[in-house]
């Protein structure tokens, strides 16, 4: 397998914790987003919206693009460690939270977002960091409002092993604080299942200040 993804991406983070947890290996071609690799025409003919994570699985065909899918597709092709609940209603928790993260709160955060605050709106650096704190906690703090009054809540967001949720939270908290400088203290519950997180390998490995090539905060 080939994953395309850059150290700082969030998205990238998310898909190389499931590849771990699921004892696969990819070889990672950095795509250098704070140059605008991206948008060359190298990676647009590997994903044309110029985003990352793409992944070519290890039987070739079409990249298969955007974080969530490519976890459902991890799952679906390798099942175990299950990242889905068994039940229904418990899929359709799991995949709830991991939506606020990676669906509302991530999208308003990405390189091509801050660029157009920047540079079409005109905002300044204070600003552009105002809105990147306010729109990442407002999903973390939706998250715990599900995750601090629901019985389904465990060690982890769903029970007591990992799931796509607490994937999803685990890299939204990591832009709040590593990133944004957020703080954290209205999410207590967020904060608590995120320290579990890493406790484990393969959550604390992937993480984007881990990688090769990354620049600290």
Known sequence: MKLYGFWRSLASYRVRVALAL????????????????QNSDDYLAVNPQGVVPALIPDDGGPPLFQSLAILEYLEETRPQPALLPRDARGRARVRGLALIAAADGHPLVVPRVRSYLEKEMKQDEAARNRWLGHWTMRALEAIESHLSREKETGRFCHGN????????LASQMIGALAYFNCDTATVPAAMRIYSQCMEID?????????QPGAKPH
Not at 161 to 168: E, F, H, S, V, Y
Not at 202 to 210: E, G, N, Q, S, V
């Open 22 to 37: 699921k004892g696969l290996q990819a070889e990672e071609i950095s795509i250098d987003l704070l140059k605008g690799k």
């Open 202 to 210: 393969a959550f604390a490995k992937a993480h984007p200040l881990k």
């Open 161 to 168: 092993t990992p799931t796509l949720a607490d994937i999803c």
